[in-house]
């Protein structure tokens, strides 16, 4: 009973669970930091940003979701335990001070996840073009949330 697992999968099936968990960690510690930002945001500017921020916690949880899906169909088990969390995910979990501050540490996690990401997608190579696949989706969209930041903080000036 493998399911989607055939013996043509060439991939090392528990490297890649294993960096699909870490991905799963990292977006979750993502989406707690988005809406962390997005009910502490204020000032005059906090409406704009607020807004992008709900967005991409929003965004952050489906690429969760994905990652956890795709982990059952390798017949791995998703870790959703929140010990350790922080540990398991690449990108941080900060509060920041101000406005500036919190869009500023959302760029660095974003440019983390890219980089992350970028780094799986070569490992994973041609082995498994499912999660390849899913994993290049995710990557752009990363690449947006980078691009949306920078344009929130040329707006405001910073
Ligand atoms: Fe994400
Ligand atoms: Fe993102």
Redesign the pocket.
């Given at each position: 009973m493998q399911g989607a697992v055939t013996p043509g999968y060439t991939a090392d099936r528990e490297t890649v669970l294993k960096l699909l968990n870490e991905a799963l960690a990292t977006e979750i510690v993502?989406v707690l930091r988005y809406k962390r930002h997005y009910f502490m945001a204020e000032g005059i500017a906090a409406d704009a940003v607020k807004a992008e921020f709900l967005q991409?916690a929003n965004?952050?949880q489906q690429?969760a979701d994905q990652i956890a899906a795709r982990i059952v169909q390798l017949n791995g088990e998703p870790n959703l335990n929140p010990e350790g969390l922080t540990s398991r995910s690449h990108a941080e979990y900060v509060e920041g001070e101000d406005l500036i501050d919190m869009i500023k540490e959302d760029l660095v996690a974003?440019r983390i996840?890219i980089d992350s990401y970028r780094e799986m997608i070569n490992y994973i190579g041609d082995k498994d073009t499912t999660t390849k696949r899913m994993l290049e989706g995710i990557l752009a969209?990363?690449e947006e949330?980078a691009d949306d930041l920078v344009g929130l903080l040329e707006e405001m000036d910073k």
């Amino acid at each position: 009973m493998q399911g989607a697992v055939t013996p043509g999968y060439t991939a090392d099936r528990e490297t890649v669970l294993k960096l699909l968990n870490e991905a799963l960690a990292t977006e979750i510690v993502c989406v707690l930091r988005y809406k962390r930002h997005y009910f502490m945001a204020e000032g005059i500017a906090a409406d704009a940003v607020k807004a992008e921020f709900l967005q991409h916690a929003n965004e952050e949880q489906q690429h969760a979701d994905q990652i956890a899906a795709r982990i059952v169909q390798l017949n791995g088990e998703p870790n959703l335990n929140p010990e350790g969390l922080t540990s398991r995910s690449h990108a941080e979990y900060v509060e920041g001070e101000d406005l500036i501050d919190m869009i500023k540490e959302d760029l660095v996690a974003e440019r983390i996840a890219i980089d992350s990401y970028r780094e799986m997608i070569n490992y994973i190579g041609d082995k498994d073009t499912t999660t390849k696949r899913m994993l290049e989706g995710i990557l752009a969209m990363e690449e947006e949330h980078a691009d949306d930041l920078v344009g929130l903080l040329e707006e405001m000036d910073k």
